[in-house]
């Protein structure tokens, strides 16, 4: 695995909530991870996702910040927006 890392957990029991956790986890890992490889972002991004449902998390600093809407498949555009979002923000 190559410096920058970006995390996407798989909710467990259709769960959205029950991933945050360990997505934030994940990110934090990665943040230390990124820091080590020499690419010091000022945030990881992350999300959760049941494979239907996506919520999309920030973590700057030491701080999480949980986004309130839930997004679905039906709106694939969007999801594969953010996704493409927060992807170029690590190039």
């Known amino acids: 695995m190559e ?3 970006i995390t996407i957990v798989e909710a467990k029991n259709e ?7 360990q997505c934030i ?4 890992a990665a943040q ?8 010091d972002f000022s945030c ?8 239907d449902e996506w919520k999309f998390v920030k973590l700057k600093e030491n701080t999480a910040y ?3 809407d839930l997004y679905y ?7 594969i927006g ?8 690590l190039a």
């Not at 230390?32 to 690419?39: A, I």
């Not at 953010?82 to 923000?89: D, E, P, S």
């Open 32 to 39: 230390l991870y990124n820091k080590e490889g020499n690419h």
């Open 44 to 51: 990881i991004y992350g999300a959760v996702t049941t494979g």
């Open 3 to 5: 410096a920058p890392a």
């Open 66 to 68: 949980i986004d309130y």
């Open 73 to 79: 498949m039906s709106d694939i555009k969007k999801v």
């Open 25 to 28: 986890a994940e990110m934090y």
């Open 15 to 21: 769960n959205i909530v029950s991933g945050l956790g």
């Open 82 to 89: 953010i996704l493409v979002g927060m992807a170029k923000q």
